[in-house]
């Protein structure tokens, strides 16, 4: 029995005597008596069937409300049961909806502040009182992520092992005092790193970012070394030409055989200076995009062979075997023949210049799949791993190129140029086993992607 039929019963019961006492003490007659019980029992089970529909709807409100506090929002009350209590019945739906709206309203946010999230390039983690990363953005875990571990559920320390962070993260959960700081990880990965409390974020006490600054930092490491570079480059030839003025200032002069030798230093520091100072405009023009390359069709296989001729003096003087191998065939590209054949050209010199007397250096040419290859490879003293990545930047010498000339600007010449005509350059190299670069264009009427 419902706990409503039975308090609507006890409360008749008590009324149903209430009658019968009444009646009795009236001293009514046996008709009435009877006629009165009847009524009181006729009454008690309309009573009772009332109470059970009652009892039943309410029922099916409890159930519905246990449903929609345990978060299942679709729950919708039957209509076709609601009786006399249709009007909560409709409420109770109506309360439902907006609460299942409501909260895929907020799923729907979530969903696109997480999204947000996850595109940014900087890692962000929320950390919790005790210190346990709570959550981590896809690139908090590609840049802190462990190998094959995420990096969620572990300790800041064991994610981010930097003094500075933990205290920075210290500091902002027992101040509120947000804070910065710069952090150098493994590889050469730089990141300033900022931490701010989080007010009232529950669990998240604290939002710490990891912004990369490695690309930064290689950049300013380049702008460093070229200063100094450039500084070395000029540096040599006008000290050689203040020495020469200073050894004829002071009598040299008068000595004609000695005076010409050293006019010819002179000269051959100046040509040197004027040689970097044409290729330093040449390579700004190029990256500044106001050199126009002319386009037109270029038979790769003709140049390599003529640029080959051109270096087979210089090779010979050298004592080193030039060889060339363009397959015979005819192999088709489209941009400004000059600027192609001064990047094979300086690929060569800087191929003769490393390469000892008695070595080789091989240059060849092949079209293949739409792309034209030209490879040259020297059996000189190679290219120690560490240098590899910045053999192209100008002015940027391995300590072993520094003893043997140059300006330092051909290699990166011929990046800029192979890049302006859409191609692509490349080296490999093992320190005692010599090096090979090559550069990779397109083949004319076929873009990039072989198509």
Do not use: C
């Amino acid at each position: 029995m419902g706990g409503l039929r039975l308090r609507l019963l006890i409360a008749f019961a008590f009324f149903a005597a209430a009658v019968a006492i009444a009646v009795v003490a009236s001293g009514s007659s046996t008709l009435i008596v009877t006629a009165a019980f009847v009524l009181v029992l006729a009454g008690g089970v309309v009573l009772w069937l009332a109470a059970g529909v009652v009892d039943g709807s309410l029922r099916v409100i409890s159930g519905a409300a246990r449903e929609l506090a345990h978060g299942e929002f679709g729950t919708r009350l039957p209509m076709e049961e609601a009786g006399e209590l249709a009007g909560a019945f409709r409420d109770l739906n109506e309360m439902a909806r907006s609460f299942d709206a409501r909260i895929e309203a907020a799923s729907q946010e979530r969903n696109r502040l997480m999204a947000a999230i996850n595109s940014s390039v900087d890692g962000v983690l929320a950390v919790d009182e005790a210190g346990q990363v709570r959550f981590a953005n896809d690139a908090a875990e590609i840049l802190l992520g462990k190998p094959g571990e995420s990096v969620v559920g572990h300790p800041l320390v064991w994610a981010a092992a930097d003094h500075g962070v933990i205290e920075a993260v210290r500091a902002a959960r027992e101040d509120g005092e947000a804070g910065r700081h710069r952090v150098e990880r493994p590889g050469r990965r730089f990141f300033d790193v900022i931490v701010a409390p989080i007010a009232g974020g529950g669990d998240w006490s604290t939002l710490v970012v990891f912004h990369d600054m490695s690309e930064s930092q290689r950049i300013d490491d380049v702008r460093r070394d070229f200063v100094a570079n450039v500084s070395h480059e000029l540096r040599t030839p006008l000290s050689g030409v203040k020495s020469v003025i200073e050894t004829l200032r002071g009598g040299a002069v008068d000595d004609p055989k000695v005076a010409r030798d050293f006019l010819q230093r002179a000269e051959s520091e100046t040509e040197r200076l004027v040689q970097l100072v044409e290729e330093l405009l040449a390579l700004s023009r190029i990256e500044s995009g106001q050199l126009q390359f002319r386009d037109e069709p270029v038979n790769m296989a003709e140049l390599v062979d003529a640029a080959t001729e051109r270096m087979r003096p210089y090779a010979r003087h050298s004592g080193v075997e030039l060889s060339v191998d363009t397959n015979g065939t005819e192999q088709a590209v489209a941009g400004d023949p000059g600027a192609l054949e001064r990047a094979v050209v300086n690929l060569l010199d800087n191929a003769i210049k490393f390469t000892p007397e008695g070595g080789t250096v091989s240059i060849a040419s092949k079209m293949e799949g739409g792309v034209v290859t030209v490879s040259v490879r020297d059996t000189g003293a190679g290219i120690d791993a560490h240098d590899l990545p910045r053999v192209f930047e100008r002015f940027y010498k391995a300590d072993r190129a520094r003893q043997r000339g140059g300006t330092g600007l051909g290699l990166a010449i011929v990046k800029h140029t192979v890049e302006a005509h859409g191609g692509s350059v490349g080296v490999e190299s093992e320190v005692g086993r010599g090096s090979e670069f090559r550069f990779t264009l397109p083949q004319a009427g076929v873009g990039p992607d072989g198509n």
